[in-house]
């Protein structure tokens, strides 16, 4: 695959796989996961780019963070991207962390050249009722008790809850997604919805000049399958629907994801 190494920047800890020399592609996952969810495309896009998959505070091997606002995540986005001294990159956002990869390109144009929103919610209405394993996993008074007591099997009907094909869940996502506290995550949900209420993401892109992709899995059981047509009013952007997928495209459909992603980050289609 050519180079795989790790360390923390500006409190995210950065992986690196593929050529350093290749054009650079930034993978960002959601809430309560980690860069590891990536891994069943990681192959492929490493191929032929510099893949940079960070853990978000709080998730993976990052630490907590005083803040868990996106803005702010996506300001020390930014700052570990300029000591890198990457630019402009592609950047992918896996659901919540869409929302990152927007609010760095709002924030920042000069370093973002595209942007691929895999299942990623346009706004809260959009938001479908939860599976049970989750609501209880997430909210009081079981969730904090049942968050010290989650197995390995837990964690991963938790990743599959959410999928509509069958999965192989990776070894080392269930051990990052262990390492999440109960409040971080608690907290993150929050902050991410704060963020879409004041503004939907199909208006925050119309307000950019960028390219943009939206995959979404046809059978999403989180967000209304139907709501990636929202995207359909930003200039530069393509929707793609995949069939019988649900929540984790990189799980579910990796080559037909992976597919996708390599195509846009060449053409910007």
């Known amino acids: ?35 590891s969810s990536w891994g069943p495309v990681v192959p492929a896009l490493a191929s032929r780019y510099h893949v940079i998959r960070i853990d978000l505070p709080g998730h993976g091997q990052s630490p907590p963070a005083p803040s868990y606002d996106v803005p702010e995540q996506a300001a020390g986005l930014a700052a570990a991207l300029d000591e890198l001294g990457l630019r402009p990159v592609t950047v992918a956002g896996h659901s919540s962390g869409g929302y990152i990869a927007t ?32 609501r209880v996993l997430i909210g009081p008074p079981l969730g904090p008790l049942l968050w010290r007591i989650r197995s390995d099997a837990m964690l991963r009907r938790g990743v599959t809850a959410v999928c509509n094909r ?15 506290g109960y409040r971080t995550f608690r907290t993150v949900l929050r902050r991410n919805g704060a963020y879409i209420a004041e503004r939907s993401v199909p208006a925050r892109l119309t307000a950019l000049d960028v390219p943009v992709l939206v995959i979404f899995g046809a059978a999403d059981p989180r967000w209304d399958p139907s709501s990636a047509h929202h995207y359909d009013t930003v200039p ?27 195509r846009f980050a060449a053409t910007g289609r």
């Open 166 to 180: 069958p999965v192989d869940v990776p070894d080392d996502l269930v051990a990052d997604v262990r390492g999440i």
């Open 103 to 134: 609010a760095l390109a709002e924030q920042r144009p000069d370093l973002v050249g595209s942007l691929a929103l895999i299942s990623s919610g346009p706004s809260p209405d959009a938001l479908l009722p939860q599976p049970v394993l989750l």
């Open 236 to 262: 530069n952007a393509r929707v793609e629907q995949l069939p019988d997928v649900g929540h984790f495209p990189m799980l579910e459909a990796p080559e037909a994801t992976g597919e996708l992603l390599l």
């Open 1 to 35: 695959m050519g180079i795989y190494d790790g360390k923390h920047l500006h409190g995210m800890h950065v992986v690196h796989d593929g050529p350093r020399e290749a054009p650079p592609l930034v993978l960002i996952h959601g809430s309560g996961a980690s860069g």
